[in-house]
């Protein structure tokens, strides 16, 4: 009979307490919000606090080129490929303290817990954080995942640069993140990545876990709209080029193809509008704004993005705003390992837990590392409808605690296997 384990909820929630207090702000009526922009200060110091966690549960840190950290602790056959387990430090600007943190944290915890009960599993484990998961800064999602999985050169990730010219390679040897291990060379057994679902579906329906089954597909693109700035009132209707017009119009335009059924279950998102020069009594010269689509549906999100390049050319032609775009990230829907699946909606079943399956809404680093090894994730509900990359971000100690027996027991399971 398999033993079934039991995480330290308490430990668990301080660790994510002391690390959701860097890069805290006050976001107003009682409601702290974390700003862990990748590569920032903030950033740094939550990677460095994680690091020492890393070192005191005497595991082996080492950095990669990209900056990911790996922590390792040895298995009885040192010879078997490890079960990895991890997630992000950094956030988004508006972020809450549970994003990418619960499952950095609650693969510390299988650690501390299985060091407690000096078990030693058959298989090594690793556990792991990853650079920029969330992409906000640089423009690029799931950045250190995708070049530790070789779908991004790391060339062209420190090439990338924020909206002040600050390259990812500029900051990564700032903050000595470049390390010394080359990108790459992880080939886990088996990964399996603990994260708040960020939408209602769980907690609304009363399940205590997501056995998450895929991710849909992500497009990004930064768009420029390059009209004529011009005076607010002098300027008759028809003589204008008005950028913050045009860009209005495609967000409009982008919600009607959500609406439309025409695409399927389309999502679509124009997170950044920056006007300039952004006068009261100028009309916008220059927008920089961004699309972000989602997509379960590989063709549909084609098809969405054919339609959205055809409206901004025609809207181009017909207002006189000059109209261009750069694709940013594309990830396409990804589908995650059955087995991992069962084993962790069996582990859910052996704790008497609550599951069901469902489709991350969110990309994750998982994705990228499903490409090398059977890779599947744990979701955890959260309070107010599970509202994420918001400072109301709240999953209660029952749902983390809940969350980190799964994944204890879920790493446990797969590191016994093929021993
Ligand atoms: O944008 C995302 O889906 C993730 O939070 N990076
Ligand atoms: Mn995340
Ligand atoms: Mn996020």
Redesign the pocket.
Known sequence: MTQTLRANRDRLMQSLDELGRIGAYDAGNGVMGVRRLALSDEDATGRRLVMSWFEQAGLAVSIDQIGNAYADRPGADPALAPVMAGSHVDS?PTGGRF?GALGVLSALEAVRTLNDLSITTPRPITIAYFTD????RFGT??LGSAVATDRIPLADARALRDADGISVGDELDRLDFAGPEPVGQRRPHAFVECHVE?GPILAREGYDLGVVTGVQG?SWRRLTLVGSAAHAGATPTDYRKDAGLAAAQINVRLREMCVSGEFGELRATMGVIRPEPGSVNVIPGRVTATV?L?NPDADALAAAERTLDNFCRELAESSGVHITWQQTARTPPVIFDEHVRVVIASVADRLALRHRPIVA????DAQEWSRLCPTAMIFVPGENDGI??NPLELSTPEQCGHAADALLNTIVTLAGEGA
């Open positions: 988004v994003d998961e969330e992409g906000c999602d799931m960020q992500i972000d989602r809404g969110a990309g994750h994420s990359h």
